[in-house]
Every structure is written in C-alpha cells, then in structure tokens.
C-alpha cells in the first residue's frame, strides 16, 4: 500500500508565485521527513528536510510545515523561479525505512 | 568529487539475458539501497543494505539480487531480464539508514526488449 500519498501531481506556477506541496503519511514510527528535487536526466537530490520535534523549517526560499498530529507535511517555494522546474519528491522515513511519494512536477512560467 | 557512480548510463538489453548495474560510492557510507522509477510510481525500493556483508529485500526485489562484499560497491544483477524490468534505476548510500538524506547516483536507463 501506498504509505506516502502527495499531491498535486502536476503544478504550474508563474514566476514569483508560491508553489505548495502536500503530503501525508501513515506510520507514526516515521521521525525524518525529507525532500528531494529531481532533474530530467539526474538523481534525486536532499532539498531540505524535517524532524517532528519542530512545526516548521526554513532553508531560503524552501519552507516544510509539519502538522504531527495530522500526519500531514508540505514544501512551500516562496518567490518560485523557473530554475525551481523539477520533479519533488517527499519521503518519510525513520532508521529501517524511507517510503518515497510519487512525485509532483512543477513548472514555473516566466 | 564525492559521490556515487552508477555504470552504465544506459543500456538496451534482450530479454532472457543477464546484467549487473554498478554503483560505487566514496563517502564511507554504511547504508546502500537499489530503488527503480517508473512514471507515477515514484522510487520503489528493490534491495537495501545497511552494512557491508549483510542485504535485505524491499518492496520489488522479485528477479533482481544484490551482493555488498565491501563498503563502496552494491552491484545490482538481473538473472533472466524480461520487459517489465525496462525503468530507471537509481543507487543511493546514506551514512545510517533512513534517519539520514540519502545521496543518489545519476541512474541507469535500462529497456528490456
């Protein structure tokens, strides 16, 4: 089954807009929260990531919000760019295990 | 430049016949995983390793096996390909497990015909 749902799949945005992705798990034995941007033709790669002893974490323009209780987290991109074109995946995960969710690709218009 | 290097960047192989996928890391991480992407299925974990000498299966380990003899490499062999083996494979090492971001390598383009 399915342990990381995250949504939209698909997000177009213009420039200087905000970009929001959600996504929510089911295992409350999770404990790191990370998120990582893929390029066409690269790998994935650690964007910013979170630990549930903390709301919220800033990294730049990158903020997670994290909501324990509703096992729910989301990426915020303040100010996207076009260069934040990419596909984003968020996991959950703790020492055993990291379960990845589908991936949303995003798109910021000039 | 530390990292991971996976070989060969892509392939084209028969189905029925055999291949390894390479992946090497130089960071001294313990933990080393195989996971393939497919389109709206996001990574799937095939086979993971926390530590040299030992291996676990994931999600999809069906018709694929891995080997850890020392810490830097985790070669990941096909035995008989078929079709629905055509993905995107990606290595990743982590310094200890899921607690820590995982570094992935570049990915291996594999078409099973």
């Given at each position: 089954?399915?342990?990381v749902k995250q949504s939209p799949q698909s997000l177009i945005v213009q420039k200087g807009g905000i970009s929001i992705i959600n996504c929510a798990y089911e295992n409350t034995a999770f404990d790191?929260?990370?998120w990582y941007q893929q390029f066409p033709g690269k790998?994935?790669?650690l964007l910013i990531a979170i630990r549930p002893d903390v709301s919220e974490k800033k990294e730049g323009r990158f903020?997670?919000?994290f909501n324990k209780s509703a096992k729910q987290f989301s990426l915020h991109i303040m100010d996207s760019q076009p260069g934040d074109s990419a596909t984003y995946f968020c996991a959950a995960s703790n020492i055993d295990d990291m379960r990845f969710g589908a991936g949303t690709r995003l798109t910021v218009k000039p | 430049i530390a990292g991971i290097t996976q070989a060969p960047t892509s392939q084209i192989l028969a189905a029925g016949r055999r291949m390894t996928l390479r992946c090497t890391q130089d960071m001294r991480h313990n933990a080393m995983?195989?996971?393939r992407q497919d389109?709206?299925?996001g990574l799937r974990l095939i086979h993971y390793s926390n530590?040299?000498?030992t291996t676990g299966k994931g999600e999809v380990p069906d018709g694929y096996s891995v080997s850890r003899a020392n810490t830097d490499d985790f070669p990941l062999t096909l035995a008989s390909a078929v079709p629905s083996q055509t993905s995107v494979y990606f290595c990743a090492s982590s310094p200890e497990g899921g607690n820590y971001g995982y570094t992935f390598g570049s990915g291996t383009r594999l078409t099973v015909v």
């Open positions: 089954q399915q342990q790191y929260f990370p790998g994935p790669a903020t997670i919000s | 995983y195989w996971y389109l709206g299925l530590t040299a000498g």
